[in-house]
């Protein structure tokens, strides 16, 4: 297949509208990093996104919609704090998850009762939402596995060839994908940390819970109340491990493991005394410039041939909850703490 990289243009929007309709499969910027979209109403066209992805059928895909009036038709069963989730966070990057509606076809759930539903916030992928005049089912646009794109070049790098088109809309503002909270269960649950951070969610709704996995591995015995969180994701080539450690004890560790491939991704104001290749992922205490940089850096240490990737550990709080959750799953929870 014949993959066209194509600019915003109004022509375009229309045509990719027709492309979704028809079951193919088109890569969209959003603010968080770029999906891959499909008829999230078409079972068949749905499935292609697990072919292209290589992703393991278990694990279900996050529903776009561009009108608070489509989450009824998800939905059979919308709970109130879902609206009140709504009015506060979009469009945004945030994602709910409600009880599903028979309109959902299991390959979008994954064969859960329940259905993952965002509004993006980006302009583009609200007009194609619209042009397309369906929902779209859409996971991050890279090979299952690998850091998700955060610009058209590195969608094209994973996925020329098998999917019609690549809109280009730019970097991802956000560059970390979306906050999940599930409204199943006796309290709101955050599963998977992202641009809307806990704090913020707690301030609409009150006191939230956190999903274990978000910053644990998942223990054998346990089921995953998200898919996703179970396997390993975000990696790059590279070996990576995660140090905490303040700045000069950082330098320290990384020059000692100098040669072999190895290479520190720093924070941009703690560069002084690493005297190995090094790249960086924003100043330690800019959560958003972390989580903007973080998966472009993971695919540039494989560009600069790294094996070893030694990573300066973020701060747990806030946007940078979910560059540490991306970060402790790129190095499979390998922990270095000084
Ligand atoms: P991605 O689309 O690649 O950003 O991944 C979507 C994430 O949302 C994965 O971690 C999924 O497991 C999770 N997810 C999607 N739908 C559901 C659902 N119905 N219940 C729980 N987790 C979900
Ligand atoms: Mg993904």
């Known amino acids: 297949m014949n993959t066209r990289i194509l ?11 027709v492309l979704l309709r028809n079951g193919e499969l088109v ?28 992703r393991p059928q278990d694990n279900p895909l996050i529903v776009h919609i561009d009108m608070l009036d489509t989450l009824s038709m998800l939905s059979a069963d919308v709970p109130d ?5 709504a009015q506060a966070f979009w469009p945004g990057p945030l994602t709910i998850i409600v009880p599903k509606s028979d ?17 993006p916030s980006h302009p583009i992928a609200r007009e194609i939402i619209r042009a397309a005049g369906v929902p779209l089912a859409a996971p991050s646009a890279n090979l299952s ?3 998700s794109p955060t610009t058209a070049a590195r969608v094209a790098a994973d996925m020329d060839g098998r999917i019609a088109a690549i ?14 909270i599930t409204l199943v269960g006796e309290r709101p649950r955050l599963l998977r940390p992202g641009g809307i951070t806990k704090e913020q969610l707690e301030a609409v709704i009150g006191a939230i819970d956190v999903d274990p996995a978000v910053i644990e591995p998942l ?31 950082f330098a320290a560790f990384v020059n000692a493991q100098a040669g072999d491939g190895a290479m520190a991704l720093c924070f941009d104001d703690e560069t002084d005394g690493v005297a190995i290749p090094f790249l960086t992922y924003g100043a330690r205490a800019d959560e958003d410039a972390q989580a903007r940089r973080v998966f472009e850096a993971l695919r540039e240490a494989d560009d600069r041939g790294a094996t070893r990737l030694f990573a300066a550990c973020p701060r747990a709080e806030g946007v940078g909850l979910a560059v540490y959750n991306r970060l402790l799953r790129a190095a499979a929870f390998k922990v270095v703490r000084l």
């Open 27 to 54: 890569a969209v910027p959003t603010e968080t990093v770029y999906g891959l979209a499909a008829n999230a109403l078409d079972g068949a066209a749905v499935s292609r996104i697990f072919e292209a992805k290589g």
């Open 219 to 249: 223990a054998n015995d346990r089921e995953a109340a998200s898919p996703g969180m179970k396997y390993q994701h975000y990696a790059p080539r590279a070996d990576v491990t995660l140090i905490d450690a303040d700045a000069a004890q």
């Open 145 to 147: 596995g690998s850091p």
């Open 103 to 119: 309109r959902v076809p299991t390959e979008v759930s994954a064969g859960l009762q329940t259905v993952a539903v965002r509004m």
């Open 7 to 17: 600019s915003a243009s109004a022509e375009h929007i229309q045509e990719v509208g």
């Open 81 to 85: 704090t879902a609206y009140t989730l």
């Open 167 to 180: 809109v280009d809309g730019g970097a991802c503002e956000v560059g970390v994908e979306s906050t999940v």
